[in-house]
């Protein structure tokens, strides 16, 4: 394999059309300006200090760009695995050098379970978390994270991992309000909602291509005027926290110290920052892969995040993920191929060497402001309609997952929320509905007849299973069978197993049980449209061995041969 068999599909493309990197050098040049502030502001909610969310924005972007699964998305520190990182960490005392220690150990077990995942290849678990519960946590997450910046916002230290902790934060606090930081966070905070969610007026005046980009620029303008301010108004004076000089150097490859205690007392958190950064990356990674037409592996998206948190944790920073504000910000920009990601990396690195000193004096309160106007996006409303108007059962694990979030953390909100969703899951298939059919007309099909203008026949009773059958819904389906054909009338029932694509022992027991009830009722029970992989489970079985009637391979079949007067069973 010669040096190209080294290289990612996409570096050998710009070799071959060099012309299409021409896009590709200033958006990643802009996002390297515009991703700055967010990645100092995110930093912070994570309670770490704010150059980790610098070195969390360089080496891992570099990394995904070059293995990972998509070409646009842009993956760095973002507000979920922060308020996550923070909620993980909450029992131990914020910005000391053992939390900054377990925050990139953290990094490492984040990125070695996705790393593992990607592996074995279990990029399909992510099917098992519904939409509702996703968009519900995400959404709690939104709404922490805005509690979690009020205490920038009006100076005063507040506990925010959950809504209970926050009121009882506020009853207990004996602190007042600080004025100054309070009028600059909430002034701040202000403007830049407006600007955010008021794009259209405000920024009307400009051509429409550039309108975002107004809204994004007067982030940084506002930013830039605070440090002016701080520095020649005396904010320091005033007793509003600032920020301090940042490191300037590169970051060092450390390896933290860790015991086995640390590791375990971490998994769980571990585990759950896994989940929910591969779940938010791949879907919007897999959605711009469908948009622009490209092949998407997710055991790939897993790999990719993996090594990107690993090298994250290396380089003295903390767990990171793909988001759909960073990805969005990237595509606005107009990036086109990964290399747009690793020119703002480099961007990054060099801001922070050379411009870095610069950034001394940014309050706080204009960090938290930059968050909340940003996260107020996740609250995902729109999801939580659609479902209430087509699958209430998934709009009900939104709200499992969205107030157990807010009231009791994170992580207790992400494991209710399965645990729903799984209830529901097992609810709908226990629920097994079980149709009444007939003949349409003179076809060969076979509907409900509730449903449709159907023929039904004497002494002849259809039933279709529309479920899998296993031990969840066995006992269920079984009472349903016994009342469906109480009839004196009936001398032959047919179940047709279309839909049936699994059958587990306690469903053959079942089957049993209600073929001995038929014999005992002179009836005789027969199978039809059988699928191959359960046949081949049921045919060594008493289901088989045992059953009164016959096997047949159409319900037309059945009904051809069951109706005929000389039928002799």
Same mark, same amino acid.
């Given at each position: 394999m010669g040096i190209q068999g080294l290289l990612p599909r996409w570096v050998l493309q710009l070799i071959q059309h060099p012309r299409t990197a021409l896009s590709d050098i200033p958006a990643g040049l802009m996002m390297a300006v515009l991703v700055i502030p967010q990645s100092l502001g995110y930093a912070t909610l994570a309670g770490l200090p704010p150059i980790m969310g610098l070195y969390a924005a360089i080496t891992p972007v570099i990394v995904y760009a070059w293995i990972g699964a998509s070409s646009v998305s842009s993956i760095g520190p973002v507000a979920i695995t922060a308020i996550m990182t923070a909620s993980a960490l909450s029992g131990y005392a914020t910005g000391s050098l053992q939390y900054i220690s377990l925050a990139i150990v953290l990094a490492f077990m984040v990125g070695g379970i996705l790393l593992i995942a990607g592996l074995i290849r279990l990029g399909w678990i992510m099917q098992f978390v519904s939409r509702g519960v996703a968009s519900g946590f995400i959404s709690g997450a939104a709404v922490l994270i805005i509690f979690s910046q009020l205490k920038h916002i009006i100076g005063i230290p507040l506990n925010t991992d959950s809504l209970i902790n926050l009121f009882l934060s506020i009853y207990t606090s004996t602190q007042p309000i600080h004025l100054p930081t309070a009028l600059l966070g909430i002034g701040a905070t202000l403007l830049f909602i407006i600007s955010r969610y008021g794009e259209s007026i405000i920024w009307g005046w400009l051509p429409a291509q550039w309108r975002s980009f107004g809204n994004r620029f007067f982030v940084i303008l506002i930013v830039a005027t605070s440090i002016w301010l701080s520095h020649h108004i005396g904010f320091e004076q005033m007793q509003i926290r600032l920020l301090q000089p940042l490191p300037t150097g590169l970051p060092k490859i450390t390896l933290p110290n860790f015991s086995a205690t640390t590791l375990l007392d971490l998994l769980p958190s571990a585990l759950l920052i896994a989940l929910i950064a591969f779940i938010s990356s791949s879907t919007i990674s897999a959605q711009q892969a469908r948009i622009r037409g490209e092949s998407y592996d997710a055991n790939k998206e897993l790999g990719g995040l993996g090594l990107a948190n690993i090298t994250s944790g290396l380089f003295g920073g903390f767990a990171v993920s793909g988001g759909i504000s960073r990805t969005s910000l990237n595509l606005s920009v107009g990036a086109k191929t990964p290399l747009a990601s690793i020119i703002c990396a480099l961007g990054v690195l060099l801001i922070l060497l050379v411009f870095g000193q610069y950034l001394t004096g940014l309050p706080y309160a204009i960090l938290a402001a930059v968050i909340i106007s940003s996260v107020i996006s996740m609250i995902d409303t729109k999801t939580l309609i659609n479902a209430w108007q087509l699958d209430k059962s998934d709009a009900i694990c939104f709200g499992i997952t969205f107030f157990t979030s807010i009231l009791f953390g994170l992580n207790s909100?992400?494991?209710?929320?399965? +645990?729903?969703?799984?209830?529901? !899951?097992?609810? /709908?298939?226990?629920?097994?509905?079980?149709?009444? %059919?007939?003949?349409?007309?003179?076809?060969?099909?076979?509907?409900?007849?509730?449903?449709?203008?159907?023929?039904?026949?004497?002494?002849?009773? +259809?039933?279709?299973?529309?479920?899998?059958?296993?031990? =969840?819904?066995? $006992? &269920? %389906?079984?009472?349903?069978?016994? /009342?469906?054909?109480?009839?004196?009338?009936?001398?032959?029932?047919?179940?047709? !197993?279309?839909?049936?694509?699994?059958?587990?022992?306690?469903? $053959?027991?079942?089957?049993?049980?209600?073929?001995?009830?038929?014999? *005992?009722? =002179?009836?005789?029970?027969?199978?039809?449209?059988?699928?191959? #992989?359960? !046949?081949?489970?049921? *045919?060594?079985? #008493? %289901?088989?061995?045992?059953?009164?009637?016959?096997?047949? +391979?159409?319900?037309?079949?059945?009904?051809? &041969? +069951?109706? *005929? #007067? &000389?039928?002799?069973?």
């Amino acid at each position: 394999m010669g040096i190209q068999g080294l290289l990612p599909r996409w570096v050998l493309q710009l070799i071959q059309h060099p012309r299409t990197a021409l896009s590709d050098i200033p958006a990643g040049l802009m996002m390297a300006v515009l991703v700055i502030p967010q990645s100092l502001g995110y930093a912070t909610l994570a309670g770490l200090p704010p150059i980790m969310g610098l070195y969390a924005a360089i080496t891992p972007v570099i990394v995904y760009a070059w293995i990972g699964a998509s070409s646009v998305s842009s993956i760095g520190p973002v507000a979920i695995t922060a308020i996550m990182t923070a909620s993980a960490l909450s029992g131990y005392a914020t910005g000391s050098l053992q939390y900054i220690s377990l925050a990139i150990v953290l990094a490492f077990m984040v990125g070695g379970i996705l790393l593992i995942a990607g592996l074995i290849r279990l990029g399909w678990i992510m099917q098992f978390v519904s939409r509702g519960v996703a968009s519900g946590f995400i959404s709690g997450a939104a709404v922490l994270i805005i509690f979690s910046q009020l205490k920038h916002i009006i100076g005063i230290p507040l506990n925010t991992d959950s809504l209970i902790n926050l009121f009882l934060s506020i009853y207990t606090s004996t602190q007042p309000i600080h004025l100054p930081t309070a009028l600059l966070g909430i002034g701040a905070t202000l403007l830049f909602i407006i600007s955010r969610y008021g794009e259209s007026i405000i920024w009307g005046w400009l051509p429409a291509q550039w309108r975002s980009f107004g809204n994004r620029f007067f982030v940084i303008l506002i930013v830039a005027t605070s440090i002016w301010l701080s520095h020649h108004i005396g904010f320091e004076q005033m007793q509003i926290r600032l920020l301090q000089p940042l490191p300037t150097g590169l970051p060092k490859i450390t390896l933290p110290n860790f015991s086995a205690t640390t590791l375990l007392d971490l998994l769980p958190s571990a585990l759950l920052i896994a989940l929910i950064a591969f779940i938010s990356s791949s879907t919007i990674s897999a959605q711009q892969a469908r948009i622009r037409g490209e092949s998407y592996d997710a055991n790939k998206e897993l790999g990719g995040l993996g090594l990107a948190n690993i090298t994250s944790g290396l380089f003295g920073g903390f767990a990171v993920s793909g988001g759909i504000s960073r990805t969005s910000l990237n595509l606005s920009v107009g990036a086109k191929t990964p290399l747009a990601s690793i020119i703002c990396a480099l961007g990054v690195l060099l801001i922070l060497l050379v411009f870095g000193q610069y950034l001394t004096g940014l309050p706080y309160a204009i960090l938290a402001a930059v968050i909340i106007s940003s996260v107020i996006s996740m609250i995902d409303t729109k999801t939580l309609i659609n479902a209430w108007q087509l699958d209430k059962s998934d709009a009900i694990c939104f709200g499992i997952t969205f107030f157990t979030s807010i009231l009791f953390g994170l992580n207790s909100g992400l494991v209710v929320g399965l +645990l729903a969703s799984f209830a529901m !899951m097992i609810y /709908r298939t226990h629920q097994v509905h079980i149709a009444i %059919v007939g003949r349409v007309g003179d076809s060969e099909h076979f509907r409900n007849i509730e449903r449709h203008t159907a023929t039904t026949f004497d002494g002849l009773l +259809l039933l279709r299973i529309d479920e899998s059958l296993y031990f =969840g819904n066995a $006992q &269920s %389906v079984h009472a349903n069978l016994m /009342r469906l054909s109480d009839d004196t009338n009936i001398h032959d029932i047919v179940l047709i !197993m279309t839909a049936v694509n699994h059958i587990d022992l306690s469903a $053959q027991e079942m089957l049993c049980a209600f073929n001995q009830s038929c014999i *005992k009722r =002179g009836q005789h029970l027969h199978l039809a449209e059988v699928k191959g #992989p359960v !046949m081949d489970v049921l *045919k060594t079985s #008493p %289901v088989i061995e045992n059953l009164s009637g016959c096997i047949f +391979l159409s319900a037309n079949q059945a009904v051809q &041969s +069951l109706t *005929k #007067p &000389s039928t002799d069973l």
